[in-house]
């Protein structure tokens, strides 16, 4: 389902990168995955900061959209080859 709507949309998720520290970046735990440790970083230089400070409305969504890719590629492969959920029953981020 999100690998179709992501084609659709013409998204494509970034290479899974390996742990920056000494943690685990996707565990699943009575059934629901949890996600950790992920920021703004698809190969490119990191975008940090605060949006209005730092950096502009764009620079802040362009952020938060790199971030969500890479919690989809890092949490894909726990659903299976292909990530087949639609839902999610929360998501923080801070």
Known sequence: MIDERLAELGLV???VSP?????VG??????MVHVGGHGPID?????????????TLE???RAARITAL?????????????IGSSASSRCSAW
């Not at 996707?26 to 059934?31: A, P, R």
């Open 13 to 15: 998720l970034p290479p």
């Open 19 to 23: 742990p920056a520290g000494n943690y």
């Open 26 to 31: 996707c565990v699943v735990v009575d059934g």
């Open 43 to 55: 190969g490119n230089p990191v975008l940090h900061g605060k949006v209005g400070r730092d950096l």
């Open 59 to 61: 620079e802040g969504r």
């Open 70 to 82: 890479s919690i989809l590629a890092h949490s894909g492969p726990s659903w299976g080859t292909s």
